[in-house]
């Protein structure tokens, strides 16, 4: 089945770049559907940050989209994010899923834990 | 952006009754081309990733219990939960994805009474 795994460090400092990678398993990134990364603060909800397709189309929310790279690699079945200029407002778990652009999320990763702090 | 708005914040059940949950988009989330309603529940456990439960706003994922149902179209939904078992305490989210941001609602806390 299908499987999602997120890594990358778990501390980044104000100011600095934030940088995630999904790993999928099971299924080709290149089979016709949407990647997403969706964050969730400490005890908050959930908030879509970007989707990407095989092709290196993306879709970005606005709120985050002057900071927000997300990129695939299609060869290592791999899409990754980079948050630029973080601050403690963007301390979150991050998810990366399968879908957006007019679909829904699943399967979902077990999600990492990004804090910002000097 | 879409605001999806869930009530209750937070609600308590016994065993063995009925749980419902609302759901409503601040703008309608059917698309006229296909008459689909473009919703979706997730169920998050404690410690946990989301788990889709229904699309489509009534679609229910394969291997989830029919106990859960979905309902509604337009603006205003609703996910049903009968029977509740102990097991189905957790925060119950909405989502749009009929246009782009995808927004969800703030979350639903289902525990047991």
């Known amino acids: 089945q299908v499987q999602l795994q997120e890594s990358g460090p778990g501390l980044v400092k104000p100011s600095e770049t934030l940088s995630l990678t999904c790993t999928v398993s099971g299924y080709s990134i290149s089979g016709g559907y949407f990647w997403g990364w969706i964050r969730q603060p400490p005890g908050k909800g959930l908030e879509w940050i970007g989707s990407?397709?095989?092709?290196?189309?993306?879709y970005y929310n606005p709120s985050l989209k002057s900071r927000v790279t997300i990129s695939v690699d299609t060869s290592k079945n791999q899409f990754s994010l980079k948050l630029s200029s973080v601050t403690a407002a963007d301390t979150a778990v991050f998810y990366c899923a399968r879908g957006g652009n007019t679909n829904w999320f699943d399967p979902w990763g077990q999600g990492t834990l990004v804090t910002v702090s000097s | 952006d879409i605001v999806m708005t869930q009530s209750p914040d937070s609600l308590a059940v016994s065993l063995g009754e009925r749980a419902t949950i609302n759901c409503k988009s601040s703008q309608s989330v059917l698309y006229s081309s296909n008459n689909k309603n473009y919703l979706a529940w997730y169920q998050q456990k404690a410690g946990q990733p989301p788990k889709l439960l229904i699309y489509w706003a009534s679609t229910r994922e394969s291997g989830v219990p029919d106990r859960f149902s979905g309902s509604g179209s337009g603006t205003d939904f609703t996910l049903t939960i009968n029977s509740l078992q102990a097991e189905d305490v957790a925060v119950y989210y909405c989502?749009?994805?009929?246009?782009?941001?995808?927004?969800f609602g703030q979350g639903t806390k289902l525990e047991i009474k």
């Open positions: 990407i397709y095989h092709s290196g189309d993306t």
């Open positions: 989502q749009q994805y009929v246009s782009t941001p995808d927004t």
